[in-house]
């Protein structure tokens, strides 16, 4: 059997032909030496809640249906999957939270590095809180935001303040189920408790309280995280640079930041331009600091400073084996601890900086916000010392990078649609109304080296724009489709539908939106509320033209993202299912069921070109119950299968 390619990028299959003649072991190999991986586990009816355990359920009916408590396949795959809800939201809200106590260092300690970069949207946050703010210094309404944000996450009663944002018929769903969420942390608190051994044993209870707290996190958490990173370190507006490994320069100090959180990647930014630094640099030989980005820390620089993102989750190994990468800095989720090793065979510097994220023999420099700029200043010492060690033989920098254009948010299509003079969403509700665009898809999420590297994500944007419907991406979705020039205006023409392609060209913007982080996914939930402010698509976020997918997800907080936004009112699409397949009764729900409840439900498809067709066929379905005129122009009807 011809074995699945691991990449469809030229770089990265550069580099991992490169590993395969060094014999280097990465995630591939690794997975490789799994197999077989355990098939109770995939399906999720393998329990470990309690010491009478570890059960499992056999899926075929042969051997035991119930654990020795007496759960069924059901109460244990809803269990582990509202765990991992928990767990995914913990982690987006945690980002949250601390970028609100780096706003509130911003405002009780400039001297700190932090800055407010976005005061019109502080003030206009501030009102949405009910704090005053006219007349006011930008640091003491900062503070009193700040403050309030914080409290959103173990505030005793009421509603979370940014979830008001939604659609009133939205809210009155959630508030009818008793999912709307309250304070952020209570609700991953009673999601784990609600998952003990011995209560909740309701599949359907369990998976309406995991959609509570996942609200929690989207307009929540992330959301907090998204809003308040526009305050201090500036609103994304679009702008133009070069993506993938050919980004790294041989006669520089690389130095790539990898995570989620761009407290401390925003100040390795700040601090890359220093000129103390940049004359250690030169002493040492190196022309200057090239600073790169991995997975969303590297979104979150691209999009707001332009610094260019090396690669994406898959790509984070590959870069450590161009032998130029002086440090690997990394702050929480996404890396990988075979980067240890791996760093170990090169020159590079592996460095750790959050106290939440340490591997054994890797160089810790935590970071303190109150000293940010120092220590930024004290990794990159670190990285230029490495440079005169760097050994010429290993070094191999793919020559390939493209260009790319980053950085739009839900507030800028208000410009970039209606102009500066006439700012408005209203063109893309006409466009969707009058038939030039089918509707719009928020394709999001990781790559898994079980796929082959953004084959799903590239294939299932190719035909959703081939269809003329509007691609927003976050995440490492994102970053695959700048790698393959999707993230271009000229790509409308290339492979867009001659709909979309009139409106991108109108506009001169790609027919790929690249709108930011994880937890940017938040800025996906307000564009689909601004478009029904705008009138004449409905009055619930369920009516919209819309779908969401994750082609290529390999993390918790990719289901986290999944349930707020099929709660939200969307249909989502996972390209491997979730670990839900070994109960029918929770697949059912989700699939089909979930659909009645929220008006949002799921489906799970692997091939991402028939995905693509099930989220056409939706947003076919919602058009017409809009009563939408038809398409201006539909595609060739043949539908291109993707094959591996
Ligand atoms: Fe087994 Fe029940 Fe304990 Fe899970 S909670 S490990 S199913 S006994
Ligand atoms: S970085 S969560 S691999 S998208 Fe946000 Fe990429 Fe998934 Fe991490």
Redesign the pocket.
């Known amino acids: 059997m011809a074995q699945r390619p691991r990449t469809i990028n030229e770089a990265a299959r550069t580099m991992l032909e490169c590993a395969a003649c060094e014999g280097v072991e990465l995630a591939w190999e690794r997975l490789e030496a799994m197999q077989p991986q355990c098939g109770f586990g995939k399906l999720g009816v393998c329990c470990t809640i309690c010491a009478m355990g570890p059960c499992r359920i056999d899926p075929f009916g042969m051997g035991p249906q119930e654990g020795v408590c007496g759960a069924t396949a059901a109460t244990i795959v809803a269990r582990n999957l509202a765990r991992k809800i928990a767990s995914g939201c913990s982690a987006h809200s945690d980002h949250g939270r601390t970028v609100a106590h780096a706003l509130l260092l911003a405002a009780e300690h400039p001297e700190s590095g932090y800055r407010i970069k976005d005061e019109r949207k502080l003030r206009r946050l501030a009102e949405e809180f009910g704090i005053a703010h006219e007349g006011r210094s930008a640091e003491a309404v900062a503070k009193e935001l700040a403050e309030a944000c914080l409290g959103e996450f173990g505030k005793l009663h009421g509603e979370l303040v940014m979830a008001q944002r939604a659609p009133e018929p939205r809210k009155a769903i959630w508030r009818e189920l008793g999912i709307m969420p309250g304070a952020i942390d209570r609700e991953v608190v009673q999601l784990l408790h609600q998952t003990n051994m011995g209560v909740d044993a309701d599949a359907k209870n369990l998976l309406l309280s995991g959609m509570r707290c996942a609200l929690a996190d989207g307009w929540g958490g992330s959301m907090i995280a998204t809003d308040l990173q526009d305050v201090l370190f500036g609103s994304p507006k679009p702008l133009r640079t070069r993506t993938n490994l050919g980004v790294l320069k041989e006669d520089h100090v690389n130095v790539i930041v990898h995570g989620?959180e761009p407290v401390l990647s925003d100040m390795l930014a700040e601090a890359s331009r220093d000129p103390e630094i940049l004359a250690k640099a030169r002493e040492v030989g190196a022309q200057g600091i090239q600073l790169a980005g991995i997975?969303?820390t590297g979104n979150e620089v691209l999009m707001r400073r332009g610094i260019p993102p090396a690669g994406?989750?898959l790509h984070q190994e590959l870069a450590v084996l161009t032998g130029a990468v002086d440090a690997m800095v990394v702050d929480v989720?996404?890396w990988m601890p075979g980067l240890t090793r791996l760093a170990q065979l090169f020159h590079t510097r592996f460095i750790t900086t959050s106290p939440k994220a340490k591997h054994p023999g890797v160089e810790h420099i935590e970071f303190e916000e109150q000293r940010a700029y120092e220590i930024a200043k004290t990794i990159l010492l670190r990285a230029i010392e490495a440079f005169p060690k760097r050994d010429p033989a290993k070094i191999n920098i793919p020559k390939h990078e493209v260009d790319v254009i980053a950085g739009f948010t839900a507030e800028y299509v208000y410009t970039l649609l209606g102009g500066k003079y006439r700012p408005s969403y209203r063109p893309l509700n006409d466009a969707i109304i009058a038939g030039r665009i089918r509707g719009v898809a928020g394709v999001?999420?990781?790559?898994n080296p079980h796929l082959t590297q953004g084959w799903g994500h590239v294939e299932m944007m190719k035909e959703l724009i081939r269809n003329d419907v509007l691609v927003v991406a976050t995440?490492?979705?994102a970053l695959a489709a700048a790698r393959e020039g999707l993230l271009t205006p000229e790509a409308a023409f290339i492979h867009g539908g001659r709909g979309l392609a009139e409106v991108c060209e109108a506009v001169g913007m790609p027919p790929v939106l690249h709108v930011g982080?994880?937890v940017d996914n938040s800025r996906i939930l307000i564009a689909c509320c601004e478009i029904l402010k705008e009138g004449g698509l409905g009055s619930d976020i369920s009516d919209l033209p819309v779908a969401g997918a994750a082609p290529e997800w390999?993390?918790e907080?990719?289901i986290t993202i999944g349930f707020y936004v099929v709660a939200s009112g969307i249909f989502t699409i996972f390209g491997q299912p979730q670990p839900v397949m070994g109960s029918p009764e929770v697949r059912d729900l989700m699939c089909r069921q979930f659909e009645e409840i929220v008006g949002g439900y799921y489906a799970f498809e692997a091939d991402p070109v028939k995905a693509a067709q099930l989220m056409i066929a939706h947003m076919n379905k919602k058009r017409e119950a809009l009563k939408l005129r038809p398409m201006m122009y539909e595609p060739a009807a043949e539908m291109t299968m993707a094959s591996e």
């Open positions: 989620h997975c969303c994406s989750f989720q996404c999001v999420g990781c790559e995440g490492c979705s982080s994880c390999m993390s907080k990719a």
